[in-house]
């Protein structure tokens, strides 16, 4: 299957742990990459590879990846960590690249 | 400091063609993939397909074949996607990106209107 599939949403209080999947066959083979988004803005790479963060990027963000499933995990969920998050990998069957549908946190 | 500056806003009507222009500054043009990334009003984003200059290779998934066109301009440092057969469904956000598996640095995003 092509698919990534996330869930919806997501909440969690203020400091927190949030944790969001992202399953597919193909992440059995590839890793995802994990994207923030806040409204109006680009996305912004938060994770890479085995659990890789870009410069800038704070350690509270974390991944993992278990059998068909990876995993973002914000460890201590701050305000500023509302945000549409994406995850991304290859199909299994083309090598093409394709997101998941997304997943809003929601910090309470 | 590395950015991709993206091409401004675009209105089209229903079968013509966009260009989106996407110019790196401040690295190494060749040595990269940019991919290009769209988002519809409301929705998730969409990979749409890259361009490596170095190997002068593209890919971009099924549902765009026969429409989509990736070039770059290594001279200008500046990579372009044409649409052409825009439908309504074309309006989106469209982004450039610096990569492949890992999309590490975004455009500002050129915003594409398909409108009678």
């Known amino acids: 299957s092509s698919e990534l599939t996330q869930d919806p949403a997501v909440s969690a209080a203020l400091g927190q742990t949030v944790r969001i999947t992202c399953q597919g066959d193909s992440l059995r083979t590839y890793y995802v990459s994990w994207y923030q988004q806040k409204p109006g803005q680009a996305p912004v790479l938060v994770i890479y590879g085995e659990n890789n963060r870009p410069s800038g990027i704070p350690d509270r963000f974390s991944g993992s990846r278990s059998g068909n499933t990876a995993s973002l995990t914000i460890t201590g969920a701050q305000s500023e960590d509302e945000a549409d998050y994406y995850c991304h990998s290859r199909d299994s069957s083309t090598k093409l690249y394709v997101f998941g549908p997304g997943t809003t946190v929601t910090v309470l | 400091q590395v950015q991709l500056v993206q091409s401004g806003a675009e209105v089209k009507k229903p079968g013509s063609s966009v260009r989106v222009s996407c110019k790196t500054s401040g690295d190494t043009f060749s040595s990269y993939t940019i991919s290009w990334v769209r988002q519809a009003p409301g929705q998730g984003l969409e990979w749409m397909g890259g361009i490596t200059p170095f190997f002068d290779t593209t890919n971009y998934p099924q549902k765009f074949q026969g429409r989509i066109t990736f070039t770059t301009d290594e001279s200008t440092n500046t990579a372009y996607m044409d649409l052409s057969g825009l439908r309504p469904e074309d309006t989106a956000v469209y982004y450039c990106?610096?990569?492949?598996?890992?999309?590490?640095?975004w455009g500002q995003g050129t915003v594409v209107t398909v409108s009678s």
């Open positions: 990106a610096r990569g492949a598996d890992a999309f590490h640095l």
